[in-house]
Nanobody
Framework: HVQLVESGGGSVQAGGSLRLSCVVSGYTYSSICMGWFRQHPGKEREGVATFDSDGTTSYAGSVKGRFTISKDSTSNTLYLQMDALKPEDTAMYYC????????????????WGPGTQVTVS
């Protein structure tokens, strides 16, 4: 049974940094596509970044150059380092996986964590 649990959210001033973590359990973490998504109040969930099983990363245009996705296979943890935060980054952030080897953009993600709130003022 796959489980994803995010942590690291909080409140920060504009220009500050936060690092989100997502602990994965239930299957071979290193061989699946993983991603971070976010949902602004009243809006649909949107993709932020993906980490492919071969190490390829991709980012939404709105966060490129400010956010960095990475993983630690030894601890089965996915990270999202967020720098130069802006008020428009305020959202609930979710970790997710497709369960497949390769990512296909932000499509086909079917397993989600409960989310962690990020507030930038």
């Amino acid at each position: 049974h796959v489980q994803l649990v995010e942590s690291g959210g909080g409140s920060v001033q504009a220009g500050g940094s936060l690092r989100l973590s997502c602990v994965v359990s239930g299957y071979t973490y290193s061989s699946i596509c993983m991603g971070w998504f976010r949902q602004h109040p009243g809006k649909e969930r949107e993709g932020v970044a993906t980490f492919d099983s071969d190490g390829t990363t991709s980012y939404a245009g709105s966060v490129k150059g400010r956010f960095t996705i990475s993983k630690d296979s030894t601890s089965n943890t996915l990270y999202l380092q967020m720098d130069a935060l802006k008020p428009e980054d305020t959202a609930m952030y979710y970790c997710a996986t497709t369960g497949d080897y390769f990512c296909h953009g932000f499509r086909y993600f079917n397993t989600w964590g409960p989310g962690t709130q990020v507030t930038v003022s």
